[in-house]
């Protein structure tokens, strides 16, 4: 059914079947049928974050559930969405957290901050840039001139005109050093740099800041875009060239690790491997624990495509090794995989390493592939998984760096 002509604006893309429109300065809700859900009253609306939404009336923010009943009155000068339980709400032209009761949990100190993504939030103080864990606790000291959202593992952040990385331990992994830097995809990043005769190079890094593509040619003779499941588009803009490259294979020590994994309220124990600051966790061992949830999913392997299948809303079929502890205390070696997996029909980029045939996906990007709740916390050794809760640790409107 297609909805008719009779609003001013209509928001897209549509979040979760629900459609924001404008009619007369004034919005509100419909489903996809045009039927209002909530009426047009808010001066400025968005969309639902873990249940509750912010909106405008009268000039202040408040937050409203899926009734459309305020549950937080206005009152903020500005807000953002609900992330990991928290929002980041500006009063006095100061920024601090509230939970869902309208308690503050981390005071009103800060001059700007963003929302929690896996389970820190930038914020910024007297022109610097730091991250903060839930209680407030500075993991990050505010010293940078810009930071990003975190991806496999980590952020870029920049400091006196070079960029470099931090891990979620605060630790500097890759020291400010690139005149510019993007985010990692596949274990790459494209970085910017002077050669020895202080002329532009650029090329990919991979997380020991090592050399791996480019860096041959001059700037402007040079540029890719992310690398997606082993493969990336590199061109020479000169001759107007472009080239498929292989992302040359890395082959690392890891140990296993042994996490206390929580399924709504179930503890089981789980083996994984912290890789890049990130939890890799065999996908077998997942699809066993969230077998008896309204979370679980059945995977088929197809060795000559080498595609892994996933189907939602179906019980898994163990086979063989599900949660099994046979690699503990013992290194061995990872090696970065380019295997594909689709869920249900949707084929999806997904890091991965490939440990004595077995293959390790990370645990936070399956966790937002099926839409499930997750808290890590990799200092606890323990993991949270609760299937009646939505993955919310990044939000898809701001996949850029701030």
Do not use: C
């Not at 206005?74 to 500006?90: C, D, I, K, N």
């Not at 601090?96 to 914020?123: E, H, S």
């Not at 910024?124 to 407030?136: A, P, Q, R, T, V």
């Not at 005769?197 to 402007?220: C, E, H, M, S, W």
């Amino acid at each position: 059914m297609v909805i008719q002509p009779q609003y001013d604006e209509v928001a897209i893309p549509i979040k979760d079947g629900v459609i924001q429109v404008m009619k007369n300065d004034k919005w509100g809700y419909v489903d996809k049928k045009g039927k209002e859900l909530i009426a047009l009253q808010f001066d400025e609306i968005n969309n639902f974050g873990e249940g509750l939404a912010h909106v405008l009336q009268n000039g202040e923010y408040g937050y409203i559930n899926k009734a459309g009943e305020f549950v937080i009155q206005p009152q903020y000068a500005a807000a953002f969405p609900f992330t990991e339980g928290l929002a980041a709400v500006s009063i006095n032209e100061k920024w601090g957290y509230i939970d869902k009761r309208n308690q503050v949990v981390i005071p009103y100190r800060y001059d700007y901050v963003y929302p929690f993504t896996f389970g820190l939030a930038a914020v910024e103080l007297d022109g610097k840039w730091g991250f903060i864990d839930h209680s407030g606790k500075e993991i990050v000291t505010p010293q940078y001139n810009y930071v990003s959202y975190f991806k496999d593992g980590l952020a870029e952040v920049g400091r006196n005109g070079l960029n470099g990385f931090v891990d979620r331990t605060g630790k500097e992994v890759i020291k400010p050093q690139y005149e510019t830097v993007s985010a990692f995809s596949d274990g790459l990043a494209l970085v910017s740099t002077r050669d020895e005769y202080g002329l532009p190079v650029q090329g990919y890094i991979n997380k020991y800041n090592q050399r791996v593509v480019g860096f041959n040619f001059g700037a402007f003779n040079f540029n890719g875009g992310p690398f997606e499941n082993g493969k990336g588009v590199v061109s020479d803009n000169g001759e107007g060239t472009y080239y498929i490259v292989d992302k040359p294979s890395v082959k690392m020590n890891v140990h296993p690790a042994t996490f206390r994994l929580m399924v709504d309220g179930e503890k089981e124990n789980v083996q994984v491997f912290e890789i890049d600051g990130s939890t890799y966790m065999k996908l077998r061992d997942l699809a066993m624990v969230l077998n008896n949830t309204n979370k679980s999913f059945e995977l088929d392997y197809n060795h000559e495509s080498g595609m892994i299948y996933l189907t939602t809303q179906s019980r898994y079929t163990p086979v063989s090794g599900e949660l099994a502890m046979t690699l503990l205390d013992k290194q061995t070696s990872a090696t970065e995989s380019d295997i594909a997996l689709e869920i249900n029909g949707d084929y999806l980029t997904m890091d991965a390493y490939t440990i004595q045939g077995n293959n390790y996906f990370r645990l936070s990007a399956i966790a937002q592939a099926l839409n499930v709740g997750i808290t890590e916390d990799p200092n606890g050794r323990a993991i949270k998984i609760d299937t009646s809760s939505e993955f919310l640790s990044k939000m898809n409107w701001y996949s850029w760096g701030w």
